[in-house]
């Protein structure tokens, strides 16, 4: 027999043949009617209390009602940070010597 005249190979000729199946499944759409966010703040003082009063710093002092920029935190060059109500009490009471109430220095406002 000649070449010509020879069946093909019949393993050559198989070819692996691949099926895969796609699921598809359902999308779910979402929609939003309403979102309601919650936020905090702190301020960001070298301390947690006002050395003065003793009241949280993310509260606010005795004179106030509510924590906020009604009642704002103020710092001295000395580094002490107190609420501006408690400092300004503090200071008018200090007839001679305006001091730091931690420290004893001399109380300047930071800048």
């Known amino acids: ?17 691949t099926t895969t199946t796609t699921t598809t499944t359902p999308t779910m759409k979402v929609n939003i009617k309403s979102w309601t966010s919650v936020a905090t703040w702190r301020w960001i003082a070298n301390d947690d209390n006002c050395g003065i009063c003793r009241n949280a710093f993310d509260g606010c002092c005795t004179d106030c009602k509510m924590p906020g920029d009604d009642c704002p935190l103020v710092w001295g060059q000395c580094s ?3 609420h501006i109500h408690c400092i300004m009490k503090w200071l008018n009471s200090q007839h001679v010597h305006q001091l730091c109430p931690m420290c004893r220095q001399e109380w300047k406002f930071k800048e």
């Open 1 to 17: 027999m000649s070449e010509e005249n020879t069946p093909p190979n019949k393993d050559k000729d198989k070819r692996r043949t």
């Open 80 to 82: 002490h940070c107190f």
